[in-house]
Nanobody
Framework: QVQRVESGGGLVQAGGTRRLSCAAS????????MGWCSQGPGNEREFGAA????????SYTDSVTGRFTIYRDNAKNTVYLKMNSLKPEDTAVYYC?????????????????WGQGTQVTVSS
């Protein structure tokens, strides 16, 4: 099992930048595809970004394509989400998640383990 601890959330102005981090421990980090999902107020949890075990392949939901970048450092057992040009509609709790499967997990129901979440609030 993989334990995950997210950090980096907070309050940011529209147009600003934020970097989220997810430090994993436990079973080999490289065994998992990793992703970020978000849950805004009153909404269901939604897919945001994901990458394969090696980091070679990534996938993004349309609303963040070109603004967010997911990347991982397997030596540090950490996955990151760099968020640029933030918008008020990006306000949500962001969850780091791990998937034991092969490929790029693009749906919340594909993940096996979740972090506790970190709140990102974008003010207009």
């Amino acid at each position: 099992q993989v334990q995950r601890v997210e950090s980096g959330g907070g309050l940011v102005q529209a147009g600003g930048t934020r970097r989220l981090s997810c430090a994993a421990s436990g079973r080999s980090f490289i065994s998992y595809a990793m992703g970020w999902c978000s849950q805004g107020p009153g909404n269901e949890r939604e897919f945001g970004a994901a990458m394969t075990r090696s980091g070679r392949y990534t996938s993004y939901t349309d609303s963040v394509t070109g603004r967010f970048t997911i990347y991982r450092d397997n030596a540090k057992n950490t996955v990151y989400l760099k968020m640029n040009s933030l918008k008020p509609e990006d306000t949500a709790v962001y969850y780091c998640a791990a998937d034991m499967g092969v490929g790029v997990p693009t749906g919340p129901n594909e993940y096996d383990y979740w972090g506790q979440g970190t709140q990102v609030t974008v003010s207009s």
